[in-house]
C-alpha cells in the first residue's frame, strides 16, 4: 500500500503535497516523491527512506512556480526500495504516482522494449505510465480509458501531462477520494491528507476518471460525464494528529475507552435489529493479522456461548482454497482498513458461491464496507500508527456483542441482562487498567535488551497470546511467538532457557489449573514468567497483572490493552520508530 495526494489550486503547491504526505507516511515509507508542473514544466524530487528525507532535498532545491503536483509515498512491491523505483515516474508526456499492482507488468514491458521504449527503473508503475503515453493522443480522458483497457490489476493512479494544466486522477480496486475546496482541489488516498483544508470529498469507484482543475472536477465513466455525491467527512484535524502524545500508538491506545463507549452505546440494544448471526449455522471469519486475532476471540465466544459452529481462516488462504459450504453459512470479514487485498478477494469468493457476508469494518468509505453485504462499523475514528489497537479492541467488542445476543437469541444465556449492564461499564473499567500504564512501562524496559519471548494460553487465552506476540514483533522487533500453552512441550520447550520471557495469559477458569501446570514446567527451565489474569489467587512468578474478573464475553477487552502497552513500551525502551515499523504498511492493498 501507498499513499497518493494531489493539488491543483493557488496554495503553495510543494507545502500542501508534502503536508499530505505526512499524513500518509503510514500507508508506506520507504521512498517518496513529488512532482509539481509550472506552465511548461514538470519538475520531479524523490528520496529514499522517510519523507523528511524528501523534505530535506526538497528544501535544498530551487523549485519552479507551481499550481499543480502530486506526490507519494512508497510501500515496495516490484523493484527494490530506492529513488530511482520511487514515484512519481515519468514516461514521455506522462507522470504518475500509483497505488496497487499492475499484473500484467512483465507482458507489458516485453511488447514495449520490443518497441524499443528503454525503462529506468523495476516498477509496474513505470510501465503504466508507458502505456498511458503510448495512449495519449491528445486527449487525457481517452488515454486513461484506453490504457485502462490494457493493465490488469489494481490501481490508483494520479497523472499529470506535460501539455496539459489540469490533473487526472483513476482507481480500480484501490482507495482514492477527490477533495473539494474553494478554487482548489486535491486528490488523496484518504482524507486524514486533505482535512486541514477541505472536509467535502468525492468517493471515486472504480473505473471512474477524474480531472480536476482549480475551478471544477469532471468525473468520467465509459468516456461519458456523470454526476457525483459530495460527502463530509466527520474527522476531525485533531483525531489526525499526535496531539501532546509521543506516538500515535500510545495515543491510539489510551483513547480505547471512548471509542469502547462510542461503539458499545452505538450497539447495544440495536444489535439485533441489525443484524442476527444466530439464523445462521456455520460462520466463516476471514481476515488478517490482528484482524483475523480478533476473529478467533470471536469463534471462541460464538462456538462456546453461542453453539454456532466456526471457522478462522487467514484471507490470504481462503481465498485460494477449497471451501465447503454445505450448511447455511454467513462469512464475516474483519479488517479496520476495509481495503486489505486478501479480505477483499476473499469476500468476493462468498459472494461468487452467493454466500451471505458481514463486514465488521472501520473504514466505512472502503471497499469492504460498500462490497458485504451486510455492515457493522466500529467506530474506532482514525487509526494512523500502522499496529492496530483501538480498532482491534472495536473488532473483539463486536465479536463480544454479536456472540452474547446470539447466546440470548438461543436460549443460551441466563445471565443476559446482567451482562449487557456490565458492558456499560467496560470503559470504565478499561480507564483504570490504562491508568496502570507505567507498570507496563516497567516490563518494557526489562525486555528491551531480549531477543526473544513466547506468549502461551489455552483456548481463549490462546486467541489473546497471538496479538500481544503479534503486537510485541512488530514494533519491538524481539522474535516473539504464540503457542497454545500445552503445545510447547511437543518441541518448542527446547528454546526456553534462563531469563526468557514467556507471557501467561490465564483467564478461563476451566482450564486455569492446566495452564498453570505449563507455567511451571517453563519456570522449571528458567524463564522469566509474566502472568496476565483475572485471578488474584494465582501464584505470582516474575512478574503478575490481575485485571477485574467480568464476564467471559468481555474479559479480552481488559486483557489485551496491558499486552499492547507491553509492546509499546518496549519498542520505546528501544528507541524505536514505533509509529511506522520497518517494512509494514498500515494496510495492504496488494497481494
Ligand atoms: O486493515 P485490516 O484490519 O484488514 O488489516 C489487517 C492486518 O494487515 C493488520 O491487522 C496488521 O496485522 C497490523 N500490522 C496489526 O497491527
Not at 455525491?229 to 489510551?254: D, P, Q, R, V, W
Request: net charge negative; aromatic share 8%.
Amino acid at each position: 500500500m501507498c499513499g497518493i495526494v494531489g493539488y491543483v489550486g493557488d496554495r503553495k503547491t510543494t507545502e500542501i503535497l508534502l503536508e499530505g504526505l505526512n499524513k500518509l507516511e503510514y500507508r508506506g515509507y520507504d521512498s517518496s516523491g513529488i512532482a509539481i508542473k509550472s506552465q511548461d514544466n514538470i519538475q520531479i524530487i524523490k528520496s529514499e527512506g522517510k519523507i523528511s528525507d524528501l523534505e530535506k532535498k526538497v528544501e535544498n532545491s530551487s523549485l519552479i512556480e507551481s499550481k499543480l503536483g502530486i506526490a507519494h509515498t512508497r510501500w515496495a512491491t516490484h523493484g527494490e526500495a530506492n529513488e530511482t523505483n520511487a514515484h512519481p515516474h515519468q514516461f514521455g508526456k506522462v507522470t504518475i504516482v500509483h497505488n496497487g499492482i499492475i499484473e500484467n507488468e512483465r507482458e507489458l514491458k516485453e511488447e514495449l522494449i520490443n518497441k524499443n521504449l528503454i525503462f529506468k527503473g523495476e516498477t509496474d508503475t513505470e510501465v503504466a505510465a508507458a502505456v498511458i503515453n503510448n495512449c495519449y493522443q491528445k486527449d487525457p480522458i481517452e488515454a486513461i480509458t484506453k490504457a485502462m483497457e490494457l493493465l490488469n490489476g489494481s490501481y490508483a493512479f494520479g497523472i499529470i501531462f506535460n501539455d496539459q494544466n489540469k490533473l487526472y486522477a483513476v482507481r480500480k480496486d484501490s482507495p482514492l477520494i477527490v477533495g473539494i475546496g474553494t478554487h482548489e482541489n486535491f486528490i488523496a488516498s484518504d482524507i486524514a491528507a486533505i482535512i486541514k483544508y477541505t472536509d467535502k470529498y468525492i468517493l471515486l469507484e472504480d473505473n471512474e476518471i477524474v480531472e480536476l482543475s482549480q475551478d471544477g472536477v469532471n468525473v468520467y465513466k465509459n468516456g461519458k460525464k456523470i454526476s457525483k455525491k459530495i460527502e463530509i467527512s466527520t474527522m476531525s484535524i485533531e483525531e489526525a494528529n499526535k496531539g501532546n502524545y509521543k506516538h500515535f500508538m500510545l495515543k491510539e491506545i489510551m483513547e480505547e475507552p471512548i471509542v469502547l463507549q462510542r461503539t458499545i452505546n452505538k450497539y447495544i440494544n440495536k444489535m439485533d435489529d441489525i443484524f442476527d448471526v444466530s439464523n445462521y449455522d456455520e460462520i466463516h471469519i476471514v481476515a488478517c493479522g490482528s484482524a483475523l486475532y480478533a476473529g478467533m476471540i470471536g469463534k471462541n465466544l460464538l462456538e462456546e456461548k453461542a453453539n454456532i459452529k466456526c471457522i478462522t481462516e487467514c484471507a490470504s488462504e481462503y481465498r485460494y482454497k477449497k471451501v465447503i459450504y454445505d450448511r447455511k453459512t454467513l462469512v464475516i470479514l474483519v479488517s479496520q482498513s476495509g481495503e486489505t487485498a486478501d479480505t477483499i478477494a476473499a469476500m468476493r469468493k462468498a459472494h461468487e458461491c452467493g454466500i451471505e457476508t458481514l463486514a465488521i469494518v472501520n473504514v466505512k468509505t472502503s471497499t469492504i464496507a460498500r462490497e458485504a453485504k451486510y455492515q457493522l462499523f466500529i467506530e474506532a475514528g482514525p487509526e494512523i500508527a500502522v499496529a492496530t489497537t483501538k480498532a482491534y479492541l472495536l473488532q473483539v467488542a463486536m465479536f463480544s456483542l454479536i456472540a452474547l445476543k446470539a447466546a440470548n437469541k438461543k436460549g443460551l444465556e441466563k445471565e443476559y441482562d446482567d451482562i449487557l449492564q456490565e458492558a456499560k461499564l467496560l470503559p470504565e473499567k478499561l480507564k483504570k487498567v490504562l491508568n496502570d500504564k507505567n507498570i507496563f512501562k516497567v516490563v518494557g524496559k526489562e525486555l528491551m535488551h531480549k531477543d526473544d519471548a513466547f506468549f502461551i494460553g489455552r483456548g481463549i487465552d490462546y486467541s489473546m497470546c497471538q496479538e500481544g506476540s503479534l503486537k510485541l514483533k512488530e514494533v519491538s522487533y524481539i522474535h516473539s511467538d504464540a503457542y497454545q500453552a500445552g503445545e510447547l512441550k511437543h518441541g518448542t520447550i527446547s528454546l526456553i532457557e534462563d531469563g526468557m520471557p514467556v507471557f501467561a495469559i490465564i483467564t478461563d477458569k476451566k482450564i486455569k489449573d492446566k495452564t498453570e501446570s505449563n507455567v511451571i514446567e517453563v519456570e522449571a527451565r528458567k524463564a522469566q514468567v509474566y502472568t496476565i489474569t483475572n485471578d488474584k489467587t494465582l501464584k505470582t512468578h516474575h512478574f503478575k497483572y490481575v485485571v477485574e474478573k467480568i464476564s467471559d464475553y468481555f474479559q479480552p477487552i481488559l486483557i489485551v490493552p496491558p499486552l499492547q502497552l507491553i509492546g509499546y513500551f518496549t519498542a520505546d525502551s528501544r528507541g524505536l520508530d514505533i509509529d511506522k515499523p520497518r517494512n509494514l504498511a498500515k494496510s495492504v492493498t496488494v497481494e
